[in-house]
């Protein structure tokens, strides 16, 4: 693989239900992020990670949990899906901090499309 | 609070010129980043600045003053490929990118 894979592509779930996103890059970057993208209001960070075991709470962090056993892998948990939850969700990665040169850009996934009912 | 600015939408000519804007009010300032997005794909980064002044690469340029907290997107000779949405993003003292909601630009032939 090359770059930022998410799984699954799409997904329709019942209120309720536990559903876990996968995302998983190649690039060796330190960073990662997870996004929803909602109409009319740009991405908005759920959860970050900077680095392989640490994690922080984004904007909009309630109602989901995000871990980072090792510097590949960063999924993104509902515990108890709600509608409000209906979303286009994003992983990205980055090398940060951004120091000795570079911008820091972040490199994203395909997205994951989730409707919650 | 954080706040970037940038309008929902515009419409131009193929094979025109078309300027975006963006105004940001953030906590600290560590660069910004234009990406575009076609309906329906993921983002996909164009250009960034960290220093005032216009960066150019190819068709497109970007534009930054510090001092306005503004920026600008420049596309020249536009192709019906450019039809997509543009997102302004700012990288705050935290290194977070805190996200304008994007503008939709409409190509007309």
């Known amino acids: 693989i090359a770059g930022i894979t998410q799984a699954p592509t799409s997904q329709i779930l019942a209120a309720g239900r536990r559903m876990t996103l996968r995302c998983t890059q190649d690039m060796r970057h330190n960073a990662m992020y997870w996004y929803r993208q909602d109409l009319g209001l740009g991405l908005r960070l759920i959860h970050y990670?900077?680095?392989?075991?640490?994690?922080g709470k984004g904007e909009v962090p309630d109602g989901y949990s995000v871990s980072r056993a090792n510097t590949d892998d960063f999924p993104l948990t509902l515990a108890s899906a709600v509608p409000s939850q209906t979303s286009v969700y994003f992983c990205?990665?980055?090398?940060?901090?951004?120091?000795?040169?570079?911008?820091?850009?972040?490199?994203f996934g395909p997205g994951t499309r989730l409707t919650v009912l | 609070g954080q706040n970037i600015d940038q309008p929902t939408e515009m419409t131009a000519t193929e094979g025109a010129i078309v300027q975006i804007n963006c105004t940001y009010q953030t906590s600290g300032f560590n660069g910004l980043f234009w990406y575009q997005q076609h309906a329906g794909e993921a983002p996909t980064f164009l250009s960034y600045?960290?220093l005032d002044g216009l960066e150019e690469k190819g068709r497109f340029s970007s534009f930054l003053s510090r001092s306005k907290g503004y920026s600008y997107l420049l596309l020249k000779e536009l192709q019906m490929k450019d039809s997509a949405s543009y997102l302004c993003?700012?990288?705050?003292?935290?290194?977070?990118?805190?996200w304008g909601a994007g503008t939709k630009l409409i190509i007309k032939p």
């Open positions: 993003a700012v990288m705050d003292s935290n290194y977070q990118l805190i």
């Open positions: 600045n960290v």
């Open positions: 990670s900077n680095t392989a075991g640490t994690t």
């Open positions: 990205a990665s980055s090398d940060f901090p951004k120091g000795g040169g570079g911008s820091g850009e972040q490199f």
